[in-house]
């Protein structure tokens, strides 16, 4: 009985630090507009790689497992972290600052060229709208 309360307790602290690692992920993307700052990609990555090491530990229960399957998925994780960190960095690599290629500007993330097309969508609506009000009132 006493092994199964400490692995209930167990899974219980896991899933807490799975959820706060969640919401620390979301809050430090929700802090910006546009391409995170490296601080922030920062932190959503180790959050990430954190949940990846507990989920493998906890709910997968590798930390039974031989030492070579702990340390080759956790290896795993790693460099998949790593290649995200890349993917993330890559925009910022490809348009360094002072940068005079002669190459025409490439939008730092999908994001910002995203929210200017709705921006202007929602703009073109509005002026529809302030047009249509204008022709039905009476003068």
Do not use: C, F
Not at 10 to 37: E, F, N, Q, V, Y
Not at 48 to 53: C, E, G, P, R, T
Not at 103 to 110: D, E, W
Request: hydrophobic content about 45%.
């Amino acid at each position: 009985m006493h092994d199964t309360d400490t692995q209930r307790r167990r899974l219980w602290r896991t899933w807490a630090l799975l959820m706060g690692m969640t919401l620390i992920a979301m809050a430090s993307g929700a802090l910006h507009r546009g391409p995170l700052a490296l601080w922030a990609l920062a932190l959503v990555l180790v959050a990430s790689l954190v949940k990846a090491q507990q989920i493998l530990s906890i709910y997968l229960n590798l930390r039974i497992a031989p030492a070579s399957w702990r340390g080759g998925l956790l290896v795993l994780v790693g460099v998949m972290g790593l290649g995200l960190a890349a993917a993330g960095l890559l925009p910022r690599w490809i348009e360094a600052p002072g940068a005079t290629s002669g190459a025409t500007a490439i939008p730092v993330s999908i994001h910002s060229t995203t929210t200017n097309n709705t921006t202007d969508r929602r703009s073109d609506r509005h002026t529809e709208r302030h047009n249509e009000r204008q022709a039905q009132e009476p003068r």
